[in-house]
Structure formats: structure tokens, C-alpha cells
């Protein structure tokens, strides 16, 4: 009999033990899958649109300071044209010519009248220029500045002014985006 008990104590451990033993469902697994697949969407679209805002944000800023650099080269043609003495009333919007052109600071000088707006290479040096050089890097930025004739009206005397206009574009995944930017420059006399 003692070795019946003792059986019988082993049968209920064995039983007890398969009772104690608990497992997760199919369905926890499944819904604990969900949830953690959902947050692991949510920050991969939280980091995938934050290194879009940085780009487009790099991309703003530089094409900020291409449109602020392009209106300081017509403003350092206007004041050349001062210091030479060329420059009349008249003769500073003659000596503005204006149009459409493209200017970088290695050729601070008018050219020929363009229609397109201008590629920029980056130089050695880190310069933005025009000239797409052997050394020079394509970049994605086109300059255009155009300049026309600008008359006040009702203002009681003659002043003589252009409007500049820099036009930045330059292409991104989502397309093609630009960058403007404008100012009146005035006669010294």
C-alpha cells in the first residue's frame, strides 16, 4: 500500500504541474504583434519625415543665401558704375541694363541677356559660379536675376530705381522648388 501512495502522489504532482503550467494564447501573441508593429510604423514615419524637413530646411537655407548673394553682385555692379563716374540719372538704368543674366562673384559683370536660369557648379574653393569647370561639382541649384526698370508712382520727383529679382530652383523628390527674392536698388545722384 505504501507504494501505492507514493505512486498516487507522483500521478497528482504530474497532473498539478500540467495544471500550473499557463502559455499565452494565440491571440495575446497576435495583439501584442499588433501594438508593437503600429509603434514601430509610427517612428519609422516620424524619422522618414524628419530627415525630409532637414533636407527641404538645408535646401531653403542655402537657397536663401544664393538669392541674398545675387542681389549684393548687382549692388556691387550699381556702386562700380558710381565710383567710374558712369552713371547719370539717365544713364544708371541704361548702365543697369535691364534683363535677365547670370552673375557669380568670380565675373561680377552684366554679360549678354539670358532666358534660362543659370546652373551652379561648386568650385574647389566652396564658390558657387556658373562655370561648369573640370574640378567643379553640379549642384542642384539654378540663379536667374533678372533686372527692370522701376518707376515710383506718385512720388512728386524723378527717382530712378531698378527692381532685382533672384530667382532660385533647384529639384528635390517632391520636385522642382524655388526660392525668390527682391529689391529695389536707387540711383546714388
Given at each position: 500500500?505504501?507504494?501505492?501512495?507514493?505512486?498516487?502522489?507522483?500521478?497528482?504532482?504530474?497532473?498539478?504541474?500540467?495544471?500550473?503550467?499557463?502559455?499565452?494564447?494565440?491571440?495575446?501573441?497576435?495583439?501584442?504583434l499588433?501594438?508593437?508593429?503600429?509603434g514601430?510604423?509610427?517612428?519609422?514615419?516620424?524619422?522618414?519625415?524628419?530627415?525630409?524637413v532637414?533636407?527641404?530646411?538645408?535646401?531653403n537655407?542655402?537657397a536663401?543665401?544664393?538669392?541674398?548673394?545675387?542681389?549684393?553682385?548687382v549692388?556691387?555692379?550699381?556702386d562700380?558704375?558710381?565710383?567710374?563716374?558712369?552713371?547719370?540719372?539717365?544713364?544708371?538704368?541704361?548702365?543697369?541694363?535691364?534683363?535677365?543674366?547670370?552673375?557669380?562673384?568670380?565675373n561680377?559683370?552684366?554679360?549678354?541677356?539670358?532666358n534660362?536660369?543659370?546652373?551652379?557648379?561648386?568650385?574647389s574653393?566652396?564658390?558657387?559660379?556658373?562655370?561648369?569647370?573640370?574640378?567643379?561639382?553640379?549642384?542642384?541649384?539654378?540663379?536667374?536675376?533678372?533686372?527692370?526698370?522701376?518707376?515710383?508712382?506718385?512720388?512728386?520727383?524723378?527717382?530712378?530705381?531698378?527692381?532685382?529679382?533672384?530667382?532660385?530652383?533647384?529639384?528635390?523628390?517632391?520636385?522642382?522648388?524655388?526660392?525668390?527674392?527682391?529689391?529695389?536698388?536707387?540711383?546714388?545722384?
Amino acid at each position: 500500500m505504501e507504494r501505492n501512495k507514493g505512486e498516487r502522489k507522483s500521478i497528482i504532482m504530474k497532473i498539478n504541474f500540467k495544471k500550473k503550467k499557463s502559455a499565452f494564447s494565440i491571440i495575446e501573441i497576435m495583439a501584442v504583434l499588433f501594438i508593437v508593429t503600429i509603434g514601430m510604423i509610427g517612428m519609422m514615419n516620424l524619422i522618414s519625415q524628419s530627415i525630409r524637413v532637414q533636407r527641404l530646411n538645408k535646401h531653403n537655407l542655402v537657397a536663401y543665401q544664393l538669392a541674398q548673394e545675387g542681389i549684393e553682385l548687382v549692388r556691387v555692379i550699381r556702386d562700380d558704375n558710381w565710383l567710374a563716374e558712369e552713371s547719370s540719372k539717365v544713364e544708371f538704368i541704361n548702365a543697369m541694363n535691364p534683363g535677365s543674366y547670370c552673375i557669380d562673384y568670380s565675373n561680377v559683370e552684366l554679360g549678354e541677356n539670358i532666358n534660362d536660369a543659370c546652373r551652379l557648379y561648386l568650385n574647389s574653393n566652396d564658390f558657387y559660379v556658373h562655370d561648369e569647370g573640370t574640378d567643379n561639382i553640379e549642384t542642384p541649384y539654378s540663379r536667374l536675376i533678372t533686372i527692370e526698370e522701376y518707376i515710383e508712382e506718385g512720388s512728386e520727383e524723378e527717382n530712378y530705381a531698378v527692381a532685382v529679382t533672384v530667382k532660385i530652383t533647384w529639384e528635390d523628390v517632391s520636385g522642382i522648388l524655388e526660392y525668390e527674392a527682391e529689391t529695389r536698388l536707387y540711383d546714388w545722384y
